[in-house]
């Protein structure tokens, strides 16, 4: 089965074409950094406004890179919700209208799901069952996964993501926007015990997250240095500050390893991408015979690829949406049950 998938939950538009024989065949992405950057975060409207130039010259460039038109295409996905609604309302509509038009299947697909499905993207995906960490722009959450559609949610973030404390702080170290990329890219060579910040909730016996207080330490120990606060200053803040992050995620997901006896841990999500998260994470891992599973990270973002992937997969199980499916911007996962074979 050729699966078409469309991406538009925030500000990147994808698109890819998925076989379930042969694989990912071609897939396109569009940022809007610069669209947003001058904003210093992603506009909503101009967001929306963006996914409707863009999505369906994505769609036709992408099938002209996997030479095939749509006569080629067996189903289309596209991602439904979590994310921003009139973002999500461009893609599902695109996606909906190219199924209707060619007498296609068509479902929509929780972004999260697909997030923590694209490992089995790569050459090695982790088999079942695994634990995932998700740590995306809006999202910090630990779940065990025991198959698609088969997901116990251990733990969350209780305020700020991860991906949202690495915004925020960027945004007044005025580092720039994306702010993953812009705190990793300033905290090289810097020191990262430099500054004793704190680790939010590692000492709980629970498995959530608050980056919050965490944010809030970087803030005033800005403010304690004022104008004072030249390139060294920030350099150090801000490996103090990925160092704290990457320790209080590592710490979290041991502890549901050991509390649920599972040998293989995926992480999914923007961060993921990060490097220092990658290296402390693989060094744990192969301390304690962990299998470790990371997307590329082209596919840590979000991306079309994984929503074609993820919805191929229940498109072949005979999963279908009506024509009247619509958009949520809010969609818990463990509401999300296995796809009926």
């Given at each position: 089965m050729r699966v078409l998938g469309i991406e538009t939950s925030c500000d990147e538009t994808g698109v890819a074409l998925w076989d379930s024989e042969a694989g990912l065949l071609a897939h396109r992405l569009h940022s809007q950094t610069e669209v947003h950057a001058a904003y210093g975060?992603?506009?909503?409207?101009?967001?929306?406004?963006?996914?409707?130039?863009?999505?369906?010259?994505?769609v036709e460039q992408t099938l002209a890179d996997a030479g095939v038109d749509l006569d080629g295409v067996d189903g289309v996905t596209a991602t439904a919700g979590p994310g921003l609604l009139g973002a999500l309302?461009?893609?599902?509509?695109?996606?909906?209208?190219?199924?209707?038009?060619?007498?296609?299947?068509?479902?929509?697909?929780?972004?999260?799901?697909?997030?923590?499905?694209?490992?089995?993207?790569?050459?090695n995906p982790p088999p079942f069952p695994f634990l995932a960490l998700l740590v995306s722009g809006g999202h910090t959450l630990l779940a065990e996964v025991a198959g698609v559609g088969r997901y116990r949610l251990l733990g969350q973030s209780l305020d700020d993501a991860a991906g949202e404390a690495f915004d925020k702080t960027a945004k007044l170290l005025e580092l720039g926007f994306p702010g993953g990329p812009a705190v990793a890219r300033a905290a090289e060579?810097?020191?990262?015990?430099?500054?004793?910040?704190?680790?939010?909730?590692?000492?709980?016996?629970?498995?959530?997250?608050?980056?919050?207080?965490l944010k809030t330490a970087v803030l005033n120990a800005a403010k304690t240095r004022g104008e004072d606060a030249d390139a060294a200053f920030r350099r150090d803040l801000c490996a103090s500050f990925q160092e704290a992050v990457v320790d209080v995620?590592?710490?979290?997901?041991?502890r549901?390893?050991?509390?649920?006896?599972?040998?293989?841990?995926?992480?999914?999500g923007g961060v993921g991408a990060n490097a220092h998260l990658r290296?402390?994470?693989?060094?744990?891992?192969?301390?304690?015979?962990?299998?470790?599973?990371?997307?590329?990270?082209?596919?840590?973002?979000?991306?079309?690829?994984m929503v074609a992937?993820?919805?191929g997969l229940r498109l072949l199980a005979g999963e279908r949406d009506g024509w009247d499916r619509t958009a949520v911007a809010r969609w818990p996962?463990?509401?999300?049950?296995?796809?009926?074979i």
């Open positions: 975060g992603v506009v909503p409207e101009l967001a929306s406004r963006d996914h409707i130039r863009r999505t369906i010259p994505l309302l461009v893609g599902l509509s695109a996606g909906k209208a190219i199924a209707f038009a060619r007498d296609l299947p068509f479902l929509g697909i929780h972004h999260l799901e697909a997030h923590l499905l694209a490992p089995a993207l790569e050459d060579g810097g020191d990262p015990e430099a500054f004793a910040l704190p680790r939010p909730m590692v000492d709980k016996p629970n498995l959530d997250f608050s980056f919050s207080g995620l590592w710490r979290k997901s041991a549901a390893l050991r509390q649920t006896g599972l040998e293989r841990l995926v992480v999914a290296a402390r994470f693989a060094t744990e891992a192969e301390a304690r015979s962990v299998g470790l599973h990371f997307p590329r990270p082209e596919f840590c973002t979000d991306n079309g690829a992937h993820a919805g996962l463990d509401e999300l049950t296995p796809p009926s």
